[in-house]
C-alpha cells in the first residue's frame, strides 16, 4: 500500500498561501464544458502529499460581483467592520469570507419581512412562508438576483448575519508528487449558468478557473489526506472508472506507478460528451497505452452518436475480462459524479458479478457491496 500522507502545519484552518503557476483548458473547441488543469506551486510550504489525496481550496470572491451586490445594497464599500483580527473594509469581507453567489433562505426572509405592505411583499410572502417554493427560489439566485426584484436597503450590520460564510471546497489531486515535486495539480470542471439574465460562476470552481492572476494571487490551500482511497500493492492490478473530472486521481495513480516501474497492470475506463473536445489528457493517456503503463484504454463518448454511451456499458462489453481481473485480484476504483455514475457503475459491478460469476442476484450483491467492498477493500471509492 501507499504510504500515509506526512503531517503537516497546513490545514482548513490554517490554509497555505500558494500561487497558481499554470491554467489551461482540457477541452478543445465545440466542447460544451469549462474543464481546466491547474498547477499550484507549494512553493516553500514543505507540503506533502500521495495520489489519492484531495487539496483543500480557500475560495473567494470574484471583486466585480461584489462591487455589483454591494451597489444594490447601497452601502458604502469602504464601511469599517470589526474583526478579531482588526478592522476591514465591508467590501473585503465580502470578498474573502462570504458566500455571494447563493442567497440564503434567512436573507430572503428578513427582506421580506423588511418591504412595506403592497403587491411585491404579497408576492414574495407566498414564497417564504412555503419551504419548498423558497427552496427551488434559491436554487439559482444570488443575493444582486433579489435586490433587483426587490430592492431594500439595509445596513452593513444588518446584512452580514444574513449571509453564510465561505467553506472550503476539494478537488482530487491529479498529479503524482514524485512526477511533479512542489506542485499539485487539479482538473476543474468550472460551474458556470446564466440564470435571471446574469451569467454565475461556481464559487471555487470559478475562482480557480477564471479568479486569479498567474504567479500572483495568493491561493490558500491545505491537503486534505484521503482515508481510504489509497494506491494498492504496486504488483496489484488496478481497474479505474473515471468519466468526467473523475480521471483527476488516475492521472496521478498512472504517473505514479510509471515512475516506479510498477509491476501491476492497468486498465482505465474514461468518458465524457465528445471524443474531439472532451478526451481530457488525451495525448498523456495515449502516450501512456504506447509505453505500456496503461494496459488498457477504453473510453465512453456519451454525445458522438444518437444514444448515449457510458463508461458503464464499456465495463459491460468488456464483462468477462473484467470480471477475470476482478476475480485474479484487481482494485477497482471509481471517482466522479456519485449521484448518476457512481450509482450505475455500481449496479454494473453487481450485474457482471452475476453474468459472469454465475451468481444469483443476492450473492452478486454481497460479493460487491460485501466481500469486495468491506472484507478485501478491493473496492474503493472517491465520488462527490
Ligand atoms: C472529495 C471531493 C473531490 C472532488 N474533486 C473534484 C475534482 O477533481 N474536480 C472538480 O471539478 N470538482 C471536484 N469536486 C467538486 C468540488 O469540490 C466543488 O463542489 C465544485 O467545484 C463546485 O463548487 P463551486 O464552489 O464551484 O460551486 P458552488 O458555488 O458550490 O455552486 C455550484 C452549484 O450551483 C449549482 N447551481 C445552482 N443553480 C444552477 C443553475 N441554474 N445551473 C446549473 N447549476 C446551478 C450547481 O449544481 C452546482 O452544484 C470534488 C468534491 C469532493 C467532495
Ligand atoms: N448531479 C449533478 O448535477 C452533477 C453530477 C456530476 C457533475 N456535475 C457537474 O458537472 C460539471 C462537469 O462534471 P464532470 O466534468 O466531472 O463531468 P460529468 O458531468 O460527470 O460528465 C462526464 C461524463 O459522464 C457522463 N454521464 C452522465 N450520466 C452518467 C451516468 N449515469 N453514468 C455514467 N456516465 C454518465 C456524461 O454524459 P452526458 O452529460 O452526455 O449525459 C459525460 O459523458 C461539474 O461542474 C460538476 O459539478 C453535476
Not at 459524479?337 to 443476492?362: N, T, Y
Request: neutral net charge; charged residues 25%.
Amino acid at each position: 500500500m501507499s504510504t500515509p500522507t506526512p503531517p503537516s502545519p497546513y490545514n482548513r484552518t490554517n490554509p497555505f498561501k500558494a500561487r497558481i503557476t499554470e491554467n489551461y483548458s482540457l477541452n478543445n473547441e465545440g466542447s460544451a464544458k469549462d474543464t481546466r488543469h491547474i498547477v499550484i506551486h507549494l512553493g516553500s510550504s514543505g507540503i506533502a502529499y500521495v495520489p489519492g489525496d484531495s487539496l483543500g481550496v480557500v475560495p473567494r470572491n470574484f471583486p466585480q460581483a461584489v462591487d455589483e451586490l454591494i451597489s444594490h445594497l447601497a452601502i458604502d464599500p469602504a464601511t469599517l467592520i470589526e474583526q478579531p483580527a482588526g478592522a476591514i473594509t465591508f467590501r473585503d469581507l465580502l470578498i474573502n469570507q462570504y458566500i455571494i453567489n447563493r442567497v440564503s433562505k434567512k436573507f430572503v426572509k428578513a427582506l421580506w419581512e423588511k418591504l412595506p405592505e403592497g403587491e411585491k411583499k404579497t408576492q414574495l410572502g407566498e414564497i417564504v412562508n412555503n419551504d419548498e417554493a423558497l427552496t427551488d427560489y434559491i436554487f439559482t439566485r444570488d443575493y444582486t438576483d433579489v435586490l433587483i426584484e426587490y430592492p431594500v436597503k439595509l445596513t452593513a450590520l444588518e446584512f452580514i448575519p444574513l449571509i453564510n460564510k465561505i467553506a472550503p471546497r476539494l478537488y482530487s489531486i491529479a498529479s503524482s508528487p514524485k512526477a511533479h515535486p512542489g506542485e499539485v495539480h487539479l482538473t476543474v470542471a468550472v460551474v458556470n449558468y446564466t440564470t435571471h439574465g446574469r451569467a454565475k460562476y461556481g464559487l471555487a470552481s470559478g475562482y480557480l478557473g477564471h479568479g486569479q492572476e498567474l504567479n500572483q494571487d495568493e491561493v490558500p490551500v491545505y491537503i486534505q489526506p484521503t482515508k481510504h482511497f489509497h494506491m494498492p500493492p504496486s504488483d496489484a492490478n488496478i481497474i479505474m472508472v473515471g468519466p468526467g473530472t473523475g480521471i483527476a486521481p488516475f492521472r496521478a495513480f498512472l504517473e505514479e506507478r510509471a515512475i516506479e516501474g510498477a509491476k501491476g497492470r492497468n486498465w482505465l475506463f474514461f468518458g465524457d460528451q465528445k471524443r474531439a473536445s472532451d478526451f481530457l489528457y488525451e495525448k498523456q493517456l495515449t502516450d501512456l497505452v504506447s509505453s505500456g503503463v496503461l494496459t488498457r484504454l477504453d473510453t465512453a463518448f456519451s454525445r458522438d452518436q444518437a444514444e448515449k454511451i457510458y463508461v458503464q456499458n464499456r465495463m459491460y462489453e468488456n464483462a468477462a475480462e473484467l470480471w477475470k481481473w476482478l476475480k485474479d485480484g484487481a482494485y477497482f476504483y471509481v471517482c466522479g459524479d456519485a449521484k448518476r455514475m457512481a450509482k450505475d457503475v455500481h449496479q454494473m459491478l453487481i450485474d457482471i458479478a452475476q453474468q459472469q460469476g454465475g451468481l444469483s442476484p443476492e450473492a452478486a450483491r454481497e460479493y460487491i457491496e460485501v466481500t469486495l467492498s468491506k472484507t478485501e477493500k478491493r473496492y474503493l471509492k472517491d465520488v462527490y
